[in-house]
């Protein structure tokens, strides 16, 4: 065997090997959420978009600091727009970046006065002017999010608040035992997405609509 034969056929080995091993990882995942994790799925008022009465839900645990967050949101909107009535996104806070917990808290500050919407979008659009090297500046987040129409003064009480301490501490809770470890994390009728990717959670979702209309 000469030398080329023998570094094609190595490599071929190497690429079986590790094929072999991602398919091996990805049959260790679960493709469903077990029935006695579901609850950690939903929180009651947490910000949701979409129809009503729909029966395909998006959950996503974020944090408004990851520009992949950012990059999904308006993808999101297109997908609610474009199955419109059919699928809602509920949105959970997973503060994994330095700083970022003052920042969801400011955020849930905003959801009580109905602003949550506005915030996040404010927030995303801005991130580089709050977030730098991955660390959340809450001042500079705090600034950007009374340039809404808001009473300034009930945001600074809710976002310090033990309510407000106590319905992130659930959201960071629900994450750890769904294994939230990144964001942004996606489920689908109880269903994460295992394969990360625009067009893997488009996919989802339409086998979600498909199985329920």
């Given at each position: 065997?000469?030398?080329?034969?023998?570094?094609?056929?190595?490599?071929?080995?190497?690429?079986?090997?590790?094929?072999?091993?991602?398919?091996?990882?990805?049959?260790?995942?679960?493709?469903?959420?077990?029935?006695?994790?579901?609850?950690?799925?939903?929180?009651?008022?947490?910000?949701?978009?979409?129809?009503?009465?729909?029966?395909?839900?998006?959950?996503?645990?974020?944090?408004?600091?990851?520009?992949?967050?950012?990059?999904?949101?308006?993808?999101?909107?297109?997908?609610?727009?474009?199955?419109?009535?059919?699928?809602?996104?509920?949105?959970?806070?997973?503060?994994?970046?330095?700083?970022?917990?003052?920042?969801?808290?400011?955020?849930?500050?905003?959801?009580?006065?109905?602003?949550?919407?506005?915030?996040?979008?404010?927030?995303?659009?801005?991130?580089?002017?709050?977030v730098e090297h991955h660390v959340?500046?809450?001042?500079?987040?705090?600034?950007?999010?009374?340039?809404?129409?808001?009473?300034?003064?009930?945001?600074?009480?809710?976002?310090?608040?033990?309510?407000?301490?106590k319905i992130i501490a659930q959201?960071?809770?629900?994450?750890?035992?769904?294994?939230?470890?990144?964001?942004?994390?996606?489920?689908?009728?109880?269903?994460?997405?295992?394969?990360?990717?625009?067009?893997?959670?488009?996919?989802?979702?339409?086998?979600?609509?498909?199985?329920?209309?």
């Open positions: 065997m000469n030398n080329k034969t023998l570094f094609i056929s190595v490599t071929a080995f190497i690429g079986i090997i590790f094929i072999a091993a991602v398919a091996m990882y990805k049959s260790q995942l679960p493709s469903t959420i077990a029935s006695d994790l579901l609850p950690a799925l939903d929180r009651i008022s947490a910000p949701t978009k979409g129809g009503k009465n729909a029966k395909v839900t998006i959950v996503e645990f974020f944090d408004p600091a990851c520009g992949t967050c950012s990059q999904f949101y308006p993808l999101l909107n297109n997908l609610v727009k474009k199955y419109q009535g059919k699928v809602k996104v509920v949105m959970r806070y997973a503060p994994l970046h330095q700083g970022s917990e003052d920042v969801v808290k400011m955020l849930e500050a905003a959801h009580m006065q109905g602003k949550f919407w506005p915030a996040v979008e404010l927030l995303f659009a801005n991130q580089a002017r709050w959340s500046n809450p001042k500079s987040a705090l600034a950007g999010i009374k340039t809404l129409e808001l009473d300034h003064e009930q945001l600074d009480n809710d976002w310090q608040s033990s309510k407000v301490a959201d960071k809770q629900d994450g750890q035992i769904l294994k939230v470890r990144a964001t942004p994390q996606f489920f689908v009728n109880g269903k994460p997405l295992l394969v990360f990717g625009y067009d893997q959670l488009v996919n989802l979702v339409e086998e979600a609509i498909a199985e329920v209309y």
